[in-house]
């Protein structure tokens, strides 16, 4: 259990951040960058969920703390899995991966068939939920770049790939299932 007795530690004051293991990073990192803006894709599910229902509520919910785990996953730069350690790595699991799978075919076998790209919109929810897509996207990107430099879990990069695809069918779903999908128009305006 994390407890938190003071929100501020000054000890950030000079650019650096402290990681899961201790170590002491630049706040701009390869890593601080990753884990944050999985933060960032967090925040911003948060305002999805103010607009779902009760399944896809729980659904976000359980996105959500997959979100801190790999937030905390991402942090942790050793790769050991030492469980003699007082705070073992937290590290991302194929099975979170392979729960978005099945969601995502769950939801895909029900939508409308795809007829033309997606404009982000239709209902408020749908809305959102193209945000996150496109924060998921960038934190995947982040993460794969993180992966360039430095060990990182691939099944985090997995689970990011899979979220923005999840993302996306959800979006459909939130827009009665596809039917109510707002169509690209090619050169419409023109």
Known sequence: MVV???IYTKTGDGGETALG???RVVKHSA???AYGTVDELNATLGLARLHASDGP???LAA????????GADL???DMDQDATAEYPPLRMVDSQVDRLEREI???TAVLEPLRSFILPGGSALAAHLHLCRTVARRAERHTVELAGQEPVNPVAVKYLNRLSDWFFAASRMANDEGRDDVLWVPGANR
């Open 105 to 107: 075919d769950a939801m």
């Open 21 to 23: 293991n201790g170590s």
């Open 63 to 70: 996105i959500q703390n997959d979100l801190f785990d790999l």
């Open 75 to 77: 942090c942790r730069p």
């Open 4 to 6: 938190l007795n003071k």
């Open 57 to 59: 509520a729980t659904q």
């Open 31 to 33: 890593r601080v960058t």
